[in-house]
């Protein structure tokens, strides 16, 4: 069958959003909120194991502090402060996107393949991370934005995936993922699209043997390769 449409991850994905960007902002926001907790890079990448702020937020304090010190409500209002700072680093263009990203999207366009992007983080993150990077028209070349809790289960379930499928109505087979991580490649496994997946300093070890192909970023998805996707030749 042929590919009707690429669904992009983000974070990991479409840019290295994780240590320069999310984990300086959650730092601030303890920072501003008197919390004296500093995640460090190698602290983060094992926070990584749990997609989603608040979700992580969470892991951090039953896992790592072991006792409540915020309540749900708390971690609500702190997360809250963390995409605040989490969209000024955008805005101030400190997170460019990775290799090939912006080639694929318009190569793909061309081809009147449709695109569309099903990730965890906060909406608003997404579109400020598009404006900043692909100019203010940016959201126009996605079908779809499905992201952060318009799900009740984040990655590694299926849920968004699901979600953005029934959005587009496109079965799994019409479509391919993008993903970076683990994470990522088993929530769109598990909706029974393939996946390929471009690889970061964070995620470069993980298990990625459910995906068709393993890259280490887009740019490596080049003009025959992409033809090849369009056409439903790609195999491990
Ligand atoms: C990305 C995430 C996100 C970000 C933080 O996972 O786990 O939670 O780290 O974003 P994926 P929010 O790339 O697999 O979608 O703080 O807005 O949740
Ligand atoms: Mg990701």
């Not at 702190?78 to 955008?90: G, R």
């Not at 991580?181 to 470069?204: H, M, P, R």
């Not at 390769?225 to 369009?230: H, S």
């Amino acid at each position: 069958m042929n590919l009707k449409c690429i669904i992009f991850d983000v974070d990991g994905t479409m840019a290295d959003t994780e240590r320069d960007g999310h984990r300086v902002a959650f730092n601030l926001a303890f920072a501003e909120n008197d919390l004296k907790w500093v995640w460090d890079e190698n602290l983060y990448g094992q926070l990584l194991k749990i997609t989603g702020g608040k979700e992580r937020i969470g892991y951090y304090q039953n896992n790592f502090l072991k006792q409540e010190v915020l309540s749900d409500d708390e971690i609500i209002q702190l997360h809250k402060c963390k995409t605040k700072h989490y969209i000024k680093l955008l805005e101030a263009g400190k997170i460019p996107l990775r290799k090939g990203v912006k080639e694929l999207i318009e190569a793909a366009f061309k081809e009147g393949i449709r695109l569309a992007i099903a990730t965890t983080t906060t909406p608003i993150n997404v579109t400020t991370l598009l404006k900043s990077t692909l100019g203010e028209n940016a959201e126009n070349y996605f079908d779809v934005i499905a992201a952060g809790d318009i799900v009740a289960n984040k990655k590694p379930a299926a849920d968004i995936y699901n979600y953005t499928l029934a959005y587009l109505g496109f079965n799994a087979n019409d479509c391919i993922a993008i993903e970076d991580s683990n994470a990522g490649l088993l929530s769109a496994a598990q909706a029974g699209i393939k996946t390929i997946v471009t690889t970061n300093g964070y995620t470069k070890n993980q298990d990625f043997s459910k995906a068709e192909l393993v890259k280490s970023n887009c740019e490596e998805i080049n003009t025959e390769l992409l033809t090849q996707i369009i056409a439903g030749e790609i195999y491990v």
